[in-house]
């Protein structure tokens, strides 16, 4: 078995899922060295383009004028949203590890790593849509990259983690719940920061 896992195996699944996942299930990667040598740029796409795409273009978010921010603001803005990523990949990535005694799958944080890796990689892909921040743009192209990334999710467990698929889609549903609160938490956080005074100005 091999020990380490390439950065083309990680970005290969997204056109060669299957494959890519098999070639995970036969690798003990390190967690550290996946997040370093891929995750972590994955993670820097969407603040990027967001901060590029709102300091163009503002943010439109269905007023008639885009909303512009300070410079100040938009790097506040965009260093939270990267540190709210990073919290994303390493604690879902732990809870999936946590996750794997109950169903019978692989306890290797670098698998588990990887693969959440890979299930977020079309959303990271689809910032792209950042570039120009309409709320209608971003739905648009966002929700086919959700879809995606839950197929990828429904789909690898079971060969990544080397457990039946019965017991791979019942992984899969339970992290798809905790994914579900994290984003409707973070998302009262953000409401609740802009209301404060960092970001839009929204405080009343």
Do not use: C
């Amino acid at each position: 078995m091999s020990s380490n896992i390439s950065s083309l195996t990680l970005f290969r699944s997204l056109y060669q899922p299957q494959q890519a996942f098999a070639e995970l299930a036969r690798a003990e990667p390190s967690s550290l060295r996946i997040f370093l040598s891929y995750s972590l740029w994955l993670l820097l796409l969407p603040p990027v383009f967001s901060l590029i795409g709102a300091a163009n273009f503002g943010w439109r978010l269905g007023a008639d004028q885009p909303l512009f921010m300070t410079t100040n603001t938009l790097l506040i803005i965009s260093a939270g949203y990267f540190v709210a990523l990073l919290f994303g990949l390493f604690s879902t990535a732990i809870i999936s590890r946590w996750m794997a005694k109950t169903y019978g799958a692989s306890v290797s944080l670098g698998r588990h790593m990887a693969l959440i890796t890979m299930v977020g990689q079309p959303l990271a892909i689809a910032s792209a849509a950042h570039l120009f921040p309409d709320v209608l743009v971003n739905v648009l192209v966002l929700i086919p990259a959700t879809i995606w990334g839950m197929y990828l999710l429904y789909s690898g467990i079971p060969v990544a983690l080397e457990t039946p698929p019965e017991r791979g889609m019942l992984m899969a549903s339970a992290l798809m719940a905790w994914l579900l609160v994290a984003v409707v938490s973070l998302l009262g956080i953000s409401m609740s920061l802009w209301v404060l005074g960092v970001g839009p100005l929204l405080g009343v």
